[in-house]
Nanobody, 122 residues
Framework: QVQLVESGGGLVQAGDSLRLSCAAS????????MGWFRQAPGKEREFVAA????????NSADSVKGRFTISRDNAKNTVYLQMNSLKPEDTAVYYCASAPSIVRIMTGPYYWGQGTQVTVSS
């Protein structure tokens, strides 16, 4: 069982930055790939970024490349999403997710966080 607790969301202006954090419980965090998804009002869930268990490889959506960076600190059992140059279209609930492999992150994560709201005003 993996429990994920997210933080760092908020209300910002276009062009601002935010860093989301996702803290995982348990002693097996370092063996799990991690990812971020988002869901805007009236829209389907959208993949944002994922990272391997070791942090050696990442994937990200075209819509956020060059602006968002996923990283992890296994010593702190935490994964981050650094969001720069935020746009109003980035407004969504952001969810942290985990799975045994990055392939599984992409196809269907095993565990989800509660979500944190990010709102970007123009």
């Amino acid at each position: 069982q993996v429990q994920l607790v997210e933080s760092g969301g908020g209300l910002v202006q276009a062009g601002d930055s935010l860093r989301l954090s996702c803290a995982a419980s348990g002693r097996t965090f370092s063996s799990y790939a991690m990812g971020w998804f988002r869901q805007a009002p009236g829209k389907e869930r959208e993949f944002v970024a994922a990272i391997t268990a070791s942090g050696s490889n990442t994937n990200s959506a075209d819509s956020v490349k060059g602006r968002f960076t996923i990283s992890r600190d296994n010593a702190k059992n935490t994964v981050y999403l650094q969001m720069n140059s935020l746009k109003p279209e980035d407004t969504a609930v952001y969810y942290c997710a985990s799975a045994p492999s990055i392939v599984r992150i992409m196809t269907g994560p095993y565990y989800w966080g509660q979500g944190t709201q990010v709102t970007v005003s123009s």
